[in-house]
């Protein structure tokens, strides 16, 4: 079993983020592993040390600047006496818990780094800006999310890989260019259609202004958007190996017979990630090559 939790910096600090980008990864990341490592290694919680494999996102649906840190975390670790100790409640951890935890952590490394005089400030921000954003953030809900547990963790493994590789935009959800303008579809998350889903929309947007917001999500040299904590660090196969001796057997997934006739034949009957059903509404051409070049008179 694996939880999914995502853990997002609050838009008040987005300026020391735009100009300390490689600072501030590295401090969402440590921050990230201290609270969960923390709270996991707590007898209340868990009393264990369990697996975590920590991807950064920067983008939001619209490529406007959103840091998140995604967490596929194992359901369970390995407690001082060697034996493994499984999430016996349901849930990972309280989100209530994890957020102040996590939101007290990000904001004194914030602090510590602006008194040792490392961090960069924005034009036009002063020290009295620097403690206005502290404040305004310390303020803040911040948007801590944690799954169900999910039986296996395959489905969340491959949707930050396919995030990781793929970037902050796919060529499949491009529209047309014009010289002048980008249109893109992006799914509303704050405007839901009758099924729950969220509604498909256009966007269109100056080249200078595309341009501008795809830069921001561009991998600094150096700066790994992926890490393995824990069991899954590369260091502890060892120790994973003896995690992995005590857990039962996993039956082995059918090999498929034949390929599909055609989209609609696929074996998709399941969620990859919840196991509920699915229900095909559409099959959409796979994305290749870019977009041909358009008026923009109907996106827009």
Known sequence: MHFHVILTLPRQLHPLWRYNRALCASLLFRCVRETLF???ADPQFLG?????????????ATLMLHPHIHCLVTGGGLAADGLWRAVSTGYLLPVRVVRVIFRAKVLSGLEALWH???????????DDGVRRLLR?????????RISSG?????????????YLRGGPLKNSRLLSFDAERVAFRYRNYRQLRANGQPAE?????????????????VPLPGVHSLRAWGLYASRHRGVLE??????????????PSAAPASPLDAPWEHCPVCGKALVIIRVLPRGG????????????
């Open 289 to 300: 090559a870019p977009p041909r070049i358009t008026t923009l008179r109907d996106a827009a």
């Open 38 to 40: 923390t709270l996991l």
């Open 242 to 255: 003896v995690a992995r001796a005590q857990l039962p057997a996993t039956p082995a997934a059918p090999e």
């Open 136 to 144: 305004a953030a310390a303020r803040r809900k911040w948007n801590v």
């Open 150 to 162: 999910y039986a296996h963790g395959r489905g969340v493994a491959t949707y930050l890989a396919r």
């Open 48 to 60: 264990a040390q369990p697996g975590i494999l920590a991807a950064l996102h920067t983008w939001g």
């Open 116 to 126: 040792a005089g490392q961090l960069r400030l924005p034009p036009g921000v002063d």
């Open 201 to 217: 929309q256009t966007l269109v947007l100056p080249v200078a202004e595309f341009l501008r917001r795809w830069s921001e999500h």
